[in-house]
Nanobody
Framework: QVQLVESGGGLVQAGGSLRLSCAAS????????MGWFRQSPGKEREFVAV????????YYADSVKGRFTISRDNAKNTVYLQMNSLKPEDTAVYYC?????????????????WGQGTQVTVSS
């Protein structure tokens, strides 16, 4: 049974930083891609960033490029999302997700495994 557990959300002022963590367990993830998505009330879940577990290749949504950094620690089976220069529009529930193949990495419906989500609130 695959489990993804996020942590690190919270309340921060605009311009501040947070680091989200996603601890993965239940299988070997070396052939997987791991993504971060977010969803705010009334909006569809949107792609934030993705990393390939083996090579560490990364891709970002334009809205977070230059501010967010995705990384992974293979030894800990953990993926991170470092969020800097946060804006009120970054407020959302952030989800970690995993899928087997690289294609369509920005489409949330393509992902097989999901964490429970962690709330990030950025005050102005």
């Amino acid at each position: 049974q695959v489990q993804l557990v996020e942590s690190g959300g919270g309340l921060v002022q605009a311009g501040g930083s947070l680091r989200l963590s996603c601890a993965a367990s239940g299988r070997t993830f070396t052939s997987y891609v791991m993504g971060w998505f977010r969803q705010s009330p009334g909006k569809e879940r949107e792609f934030v960033a993705v990393i390939t577990w083996s090579a560490g290749n990364t891709y970002y949504a334009d809205s977070v490029k230059g501010r967010f950094t995705i990384s992974r620690d293979n030894a800990k089976n953990t993926v991170y999302l470092q969020m800097n220069s946060l804006k009120p529009e970054d407020t959302a529930v952030y989800y970690c997700a995993g899928k087997r193949y690289y294609s369509n990495y920005d489409r949330w419906r393509e992902y097989d495994y999901w964490g429970q989500g962690t709330q990030v609130t950025v005050s102005s």
